[in-house]
């Protein structure tokens, strides 16, 4: 062959590879349109493994070589997978907590504390609120710490339904009380929708726990309040679900979230939960909102907190959040994981390098 003819040939090919190219690109506007229109719809725009079926069966019943059926397979499963990868890319861009939508940061004024300012902030508090005594106790220690909220459960959603469940609005009242009386922002969780209304006069942020991140009546309804709202990860929740559960508040409204990675449930025992530390990074990427971490319910263990609120920090978390009882043995709940007042203090010595 001469090289005129392989020229020729070799010309040929890169007109081919142009048209391909023309053709994937025009593929790829219809993929986002058919994306846009299933949004529109309220259809899943997520992979649909019975379409990409039919369309590689009559792709397939058209091959007539000199490729096997399975290379062509191979090949129009990758031009799939990248039309998918731009759907998603297109909602992303679409959602009110996503960066590309807004590029800096979110920040969220609580009593003082502006969570997202590039700052390190802290809560702390008891799992359960159980008397006014043992939450006055654990306020005083938060205040000489200068800090500057308190959280407490009031309403407390157990793995059994035969554990302590909470003091329901009784310990909302204390917390109120003890807020006003140590000038603490009181953060606490809610678990019905239907109490949002009434626990705002008692709370300055709403919690809304792992169990209850899809709860999608839930984070509407905080969604249609003024009050800042916490949303902790689900245990089970890909980082994908955990942003979309914030985009459900902020739809609705309310913009004030702050993102908290809790630990996921793993295959591992070793620790109550995996804290998915890498989480920290890639919401801040992937979001304006603040990240925080609570490293009691991730490690579910005293001996771990100091290093892995060391590491939720040095990765870049806005802020960690901790557990605090004044007896943790007599605890009505998570006793294991609570530290005691001397405990919390040299932890947040040896967090902050006071020593």
């Known amino acids: 062959m001469s090289n005129e003819q392989l020229d020729q040939l070799r010309g040929k090919l890169d007109e081919i590879n142009l048209e391909i190219l023309d053709l994937i690109n025009k593929r790829a506007e219809l993929v986002k349109e058919t994306g846009q229109v299933k949004e529109k ?16 069966n009559l792709i397939t019943k058209h091959n007539n070589g000199p490729f096997e059926n399975s290379t062509i397979v191979h090949l ?101 009380r003890i807020g006003e009386e140590y000038g603490l922002a009181v953060v606490s969780e809610i678990v019905n929708p239907v109490h949002i209304e009434e626990a705002i006069n008692y709370i300055d942020v709403i919690q809304i726990g792992a169990r209850n991140m899809q709860n999608f009546e839930l984070l509407k309804a905080a969604g249609e309040t003024n009050k800042p709202v916490l949303l902790k990860r689900g245990m089970s929740a890909t980082i994908s679900d955990f942003i979309n559960a914030a985009e459900y508040i902020n739809s609705k409204g309310n913009g004030q979230i702050i993102l908290c990675e809790r630990g996921i ?16 990074p890639i919401l801040k990427q992937e979001t304006h909102l603040p990240v925080m971490v ?14 892995a609120a060391k590491a939720a920090l040095a990765i870049g978390a806005d802020g960690v959040m901790a557990e605090v009882h004044p007896d943790p043995a007599v605890a009505l709940s998570d006793a294991a994981q609570q530290m005691d007042i001397p405990t919390f203090h040299n932890f947040m010595d040896e967090l902050l390098k006071r020593n």
């Open 41 to 56: 719809q309220g259809a899943n725009r997520s992979y649909d493994p019975v379409r990409e079926r039919d369309m590689l």
């Open 76 to 176: 129009f499963k990758e031009i799939f997978k990248a039309g998918l990868e731009l759907q998603e890319d297109d909602h992303s861009k679409a959602l009110l907590v996503s960066r590309k939508k807004k590029a800096e940061d979110t920040v969220i004024d609580i009593n003082g504390d502006r969570f997202g300012d590039g700052n390190q902030h802290f809560i702390f508090g008891p799992c359960a609120v159980e008397t006014y005594e043992q939450v006055a106790e654990v306020a005083a220690a938060i205040k000489k710490e200068g800090l500057k909220l308190i959280r407490g459960g009031a309403f407390k959603p157990r793995t059994s339904p035969y554990d302590f469940q909470g003091l329901g609005f009784e310990g909302l009242e204390i917390l109120k």
């Open 265 to 280: 449930r793993t295959y591992e025992k070793a620790t109550r939960n995996t804290l998915d530390i890498t989480a920290v």
């Open 294 to 307: 609570d490293v009691t319910h991730s490690t579910g263990r005293r001996d771990l907190l100091l290093p």
